[in-house]
Structure formats: structure tokens, C-alpha cells
């Protein structure tokens, strides 16, 4: 009991020290969109052909849209789809032991979608050192993870889907 309330404390300083250096990077928010990073949690979306589909409307190449996924059920093991993490991808410093995830990480990305909830910690960390130029993601977490934020619910993907296109848009990025 101690022990998790001590990793969840330590993981929470990284996570706000990260957002901090973040915060005061200056960013070209006007570059087009070439790469796509989708930092996606598995339990509020099951089929992630969904993010493949938004390479059209993006009009990116689907080669270009990088998904990593958070699933701690083992049961989903054989569906797994891609780059995944899971709470064992975190050590108890708030280290990042995931190959799938260092890997993610060590692309620059145009765009980085944050499909997750709050309580999702670790794909919070991996979004937080994670390099893009514009993040979009929902308003129930942190709005320091995000550039552009979405009032709609997640289950909503069609939503996401237009108004994404339609804030993208205006901001001439696609």
C-alpha cells in the first residue's frame, strides 16, 4: 500500500516536470502534418483500424500514423495490435521499461493524438516525454498534455473524427 502510493507520487513529480519543459518549448504550430503518433488506451476503443482511417483525413500516408497501445488485460493478448505498454511498462521510479514504448518515443512526431483518460498514468508519462509539435486530446486530463482539447466523449469517434478535420483546417496544418 505504501509502496504504490509512494510509485504513484514519484510518477506524478516526472510526469509534472516533464509537462513544465514542455510547456515553455516554442513549437512551429504552423507546419503541415506528416507524421501521426496515437498514444491510444485500449480499453475505450477496441478496433484500431479507426486510427489507420484517419490518415485520409489527415491526408497523411498510413505509414505514417504510429499507434501505441495501453492494455493490462491479459485476455486482449492475442489481439494486441502493434506497439503496446502495459502498468509493468513503468518501474516503481517511474522509469520506462517498454521497448514498444522507447521505440514510440523515439520518433517526432507532427501530430500526437492522446486518446486516454486521466487515471491512465502511463501513457500520461509517455505522453509527457514524447516529441511533437501539436497534441490534441480530450478535456478530462491535464490540459498541459494538449494543444487542442475535445469536450466530445471518446466512444464518440466520428466526432473526433470532423472535428479534428475541421480544427485542422482552420489552423491550415492539413
Request: charged fraction near 30%; include cysteine; hydrophobic fraction near 35%.
Amino acid at each position: 500500500m505504501l509502496l504504490n502510493s509512494l510509485k504513484k507520487q514519484i510518477l506524478r513529480k516526472k510526469i509534472d516536470s516533464k509537462l513544465r519543459k514542455v510547456d515553455g518549448q516554442l513549437k512551429d504550430k504552423s507546419m503541415p502534418i506528416k507524421t501521426v503518433g496515437c498514444l491510444i488506451d485500449g480499453s475505450l476503443i477496441s478496433d484500431l483500424s479507426y486510427f489507420k482511417e484517419l490518415s485520409t483525413v489527415l491526408n497523411v500516408h498510413h505509414n505514417n500514423i504510429f499507434l501505441l497501445t495501453f492494455n493490462d488485460d491479459k485476455k486482449a493478448e492475442p489481439y494486441r495490435i502493434g506497439l503496446t505498454v502495459s502498468s509493468k511498462s513503468i518501474s516503481w521510479k517511474s522509469d520506462i521499461n517498454s521497448d514498444d514504448a522507447n521505440e514510440f518515443m523515439s520518433r517526432e512526431y507532427d501530430l500526437l493524438i492522446n486518446y486516454f483518460k486521466k487515471s491512465n498514468s502511463v501513457l500520461g508519462l509517455i505522453s509527457s516525454y514524447t516529441d511533437a509539435f501539436f497534441r490534441v486530446g480530450f478535456e478530462n486530463i491535464d490540459n498541459r498534455f494538449n494543444d487542442l482539447i475535445f469536450s466530445s466523449q471518446m466512444s464518440e469517434k466520428d466526432v473526433f473524427k470532423i472535428e479534428l478535420e475541421r480544427y485542422l483546417k482552420i489552423m491550415n496544418k492539413i
